[in-house]
């Protein structure tokens, strides 16, 4: 009998031991090539041994001290890595213990902002439907992953959703790109002039989509239109780059790819590689001096912010990126990767798309190419090909609802960024290996 509530009472896991670079290591000895890090965290593999060190080094002289009476060296440092490597004016950083925290800290930062300025009527949030950014009660609310959210309706705060950027799914027969992202932009703006003018606190996005529709990148200059949408109306642009950034895409931030500055950006997995809890905030001058010139308090926190063991870990992870020139080498593996992806599935009955960017990348699943139409839900074929992977000694994240919630399977690959051509091919490999019996 176990003690520990896990989140799927029913299922018996292998008891993970040990990690070395791309593997994990059960109880019993068996390895698995981690082609998912996790969730898209560990993005230097398992047991680096200049992080370890950093770690150890940190506990040994200071783990930990509350940020209402101290800073810290190692917050302070990489603080300041992080605003020297952000774009435009995103300046100012503040740490927190992961991801759902950090999207949290934004809405709250995105609101105090414009009471801050005298418009304390701003209240609204717009989202995207079929996006994640988090599970706690905030964050959950203003994501539009319907079958997370449907249990907590009663609980969570409005929001607003429109369309995402998915175009695969939705541009329309004939539509150009162009097209398709200004039929976006107007839709957004026809929300915001529904909800007020005046009303509307903040857009929220993944810069790329991540677990709940498999790493969809936007379409050119989709964020470039957005962000004079919201200019125009005094809407903050929040990113949520928690699973895509860090350079999941071959960029420290995914946004730059993007060449869009947002208000607000929110990170966490790639920040720490899964060897200590951290995410961050990121903001702008201009609502940093806001907060700054006003009540000069933000009215938020949480016991282990700037936890000064996990800002040392970040350190060297971070440090270990830039240093081993990493970022090419996740634009170099990733082309590899899609390439191997559409070279063993270009012809797949099953298989509708294959994208990404960088070391992120998802495979959707149909039941018919031409029509696209998905898979039956009740062979939950995701599930199926999960299983089939862990049998083979390989971590792939897939998920189902895809397309709405409760239709559409898809398996998000996001491999650390210290992955070799063979490491590689092998996820191929085995990859193709599970969804044909997942599907026999």
Same mark, same amino acid.
């Given at each position: 009998?176990?003690?520990?509530?896990?989140?799927?009472?029913?299922?018996?896991?292998?008891?993970?031991?040990?990690?070395?670079?791309?593997?994990?290591?059960? *109880?019993?000895?068996?390895?698995?090539?981690?082609?998912?890090?996790?969730?898209?965290?560990?993005?230097?593999?398992?047991?680096?041994?200049?992080?370890?060190?950093?770690?150890?080094? *940190?506990?040994?002289?200071?783990?930990?001290?509350?940020?209402?009476?101290?800073?810290?060296?190692?917050? $302070?440092?990489?603080?300041?890595?992080?605003?020297?490597?952000?774009?435009?004016?995103?300046?100012?950083?503040?740490?927190?213990?992961?991801?759902?925290?950090?999207?949290?800290?934004?809405?709250?930062?995105?609101?105090?902002?414009?009471?801050?300025?005298? *418009?304390?009527?701003?209240?609204?949030?717009?989202?995207?439907?079929?996006?994640?950014?988090?599970?706690?009660?905030?964050?959950?609310?203003?994501?539009?992953?319907?079958? +997370?959210?449907?249990?907590?309706?009663?609980?969570?705060? $409005?929001?607003?959703? #429109?369309?995402?950027?998915?175009?695969?799914?939705? +541009?329309?027969?004939?539509?150009? @790109?162009?097209? &398709?992202?200004?039929?976006?932009?107007?839709?957004?703006?026809?929300?915001?002039?529904?909800?007020?003018?005046?009303?509307?606190?903040?857009?929220?996005?993944?810069?790329?989509?991540?677990?709940?529709?498999?790493?969809?990148?936007?379409?050119?200059?989709?964020?470039?239109?957005?962000?004079?949408?919201?200019?125009?109306?005094?809407?903050?642009?929040?990113? @949520?780059? #928690?699973?895509?950034?860090?350079?999941?895409?071959? &960029?420290?931030?995914?946004?730059?790819?993007?060449?869009?500055?947002?208000?607000? #950006?929110?990170?966490?997995?790639?920040?720490?590689?899964?060897?200590?809890?951290?995410?961050?905030?990121?903001?702008?001058? +201009?609502?940093?001096?806001?907060?700054?010139?006003?009540?000069?308090?933000?009215?938020?926190?949480?016991? &282990?912010?700037?936890?000064?063991?996990?800002?040392?870990?970040?350190?060297?992870?971070?440090?270990? =990126?830039?240093?081993?020139?990493?970022?090419?080498?996740?634009?170099?593996?990733?082309?590899?990767?899609?390439?191997?992806?559409?070279?063993?599935?270009?012809?797949?009955?099953?298989?509708?798309?294959?994208?990404?960017?960088?070391?992120?990348?998802?495979?959707?699943? #149909?039941?018919?190419?031409?029509?696209?139409?998905?898979?039956?839900?009740?062979?939950?074929?995701?599930?199926? =090909?999960?299983?089939?992977?862990?049998?083979?000694?390989?971590?792939?994240?897939?998920?189902?609802?895809?397309?709405?919630?409760?239709?559409?399977?898809?398996?998000?690959?996001?491999?650390?960024? =210290?992955?070799?051509?063979?490491?590689?091919?092998?996820?191929?490999?085995?990859?193709?290996?599970?969804?044909?019996?997942?599907?026999?």
């Amino acid at each position: 009998m176990t003690h520990v509530f896990h989140r799927n009472p029913r299922s018996k896991l292998p008891m993970a031991v040990a990690g070395e670079g791309m593997m994990l290591i059960d *109880q019993q000895g068996k390895r698995y090539l981690d082609a998912s890090g996790g969730a898209a965290v560990s993005c230097l593999g398992h047991g680096h041994p200049r992080v370890v060190e950093a770690i150890r080094k *940190q506990v040994s002289e200071l783990a930990y001290a509350h940020t209402s009476f101290f800073t810290t060296a190692p917050a $302070e440092e990489l603080a300041a890595m992080l605003a020297e490597a952000a774009p435009g004016s995103l300046n100012h950083v503040y740490f927190l213990s992961g991801g759902s925290e950090a999207v949290e800290a934004a809405l709250k930062l995105a609101r105090q902002y414009h009471v801050e300025v005298g *418009q304390p009527q701003r209240r609204h949030v717009i989202a995207r439907r079929q996006s994640y950014h988090g599970n706690t009660l905030g964050a959950l609310a203003i994501g539009g992953n319907a079958w +997370r959210r449907e249990m907590f309706l009663p609980l969570l705060i $409005e929001a607003h959703h #429109v369309a995402p950027c998915y175009a695969y799914r939705d +541009r329309a027969e004939g539509e150009s @790109d162009a097209q &398709y992202v200004q039929r976006l932009a107007d839709e957004l703006e026809q929300k915001i002039i529904d909800l007020g003018a005046d009303q509307v606190a903040a857009f929220v996005a993944e810069t790329v989509v991540g677990a709940t529709a498999g790493a969809v990148p936007p379409v050119a200059d989709y964020f470039r239109k957005i962000r004079a949408v919201c200019d125009k109306y005094g809407v903050l642009l929040i990113l @949520d780059e #928690v699973m895509s950034g860090m350079g999941r895409t071959g &960029y420290l931030f995914a946004c730059e790819e993007d060449d869009v500055v947002p208000d607000i #950006v929110a990170i966490a997995k790639g920040l720490g590689a899964g060897y200590q809890p951290i995410g961050a905030m990121l903001c702008s001058d +201009r609502i940093y001096d806001a907060v700054l010139q006003g009540s000069g308090f933000f009215q938020h926190g949480h016991t &282990y912010i700037g936890h000064a063991t996990a800002c040392a870990a970040a350190v060297a992870v971070q440090k270990t =990126i830039q240093e081993e020139g990493l970022l090419e080498n996740v634009r170099q593996r990733g082309e590899q990767l899609r390439a191997e992806l559409r070279q063993a599935f270009g012809a797949h009955a099953n298989v509708g798309d294959i994208r990404g960017r960088g070391l992120f990348v998802g495979v959707e699943l #149909v039941a018919d190419r031409a029509s696209k139409a998905p898979l039956d839900p009740a062979r939950r074929t995701h599930a199926r =090909i999960k299983s089939e992977a862990m049998q083979r000694g390989l971590l792939v994240y897939p998920m189902g609802g895809t397309i709405d919630g409760r239709r559409g399977d898809h398996v998000l690959l996001a491999p650390p960024f =210290i992955a070799t051509p063979a490491d590689i091919s092998e996820i191929v490999q085995r990859l193709g290996e599970a969804v044909t019996a997942a599907l026999a």
